[in-house]
């Protein structure tokens, strides 16, 4: 749900392995399993479990050196309906492909 550098998305393949297929969810008709942001509002992630209810949301940092990056209060983004928080890519090696009932 967030626009990858070229870079960024070798590395969240490499720690996701072969079997996960990475597209953009905003393209008509997808229906995936799991959905990565970057840190946002409550509001926001609200919006993303009406339109994605099955989908595992997960939230993860960007590159610190990032200008205007600012951190999210996690709790809040939890309570909203996020359902995995990492801080590095790395952190999402065993996301789960569906959500938890």
């Known amino acids: 749900m967030f626009p990858l550098a070229p870079s960024d998305s070798e590395s969240l393949r490499a720690c996701l392995g072969s079997s996960w297929l990475l597209t953009d969810a905003d393209t008509r008709d ?3 399993d799991v959905v990565i942001i970057r840190p946002c509002s409550p509001q926001t992630i609200a919006g993303l ?3 994605f209810p099955d989908a ?3 939230a993860v940092e960007q590159d610190e050196t990032e200008p205007g990056l600012s951190r999210m209060p996690v709790t809040r ?4 309906g996020l359902d995995r928080y990492a801080a590095r890519f790395e952190q999402l090696r065993d996301l789960p492909t569906r959500r938890a009932a």
Not at 77 to 80: K, N, Q, R
Request: aromatic share 0%; net charge positive; charged share 30%.
């Open 30 to 32: 997808v229906h995936p």
């Open 56 to 58: 595992v949301l997960a």
């Open 77 to 80: 983004m939890l309570e909203a």
């Open 49 to 51: 479990r009406r339109r």
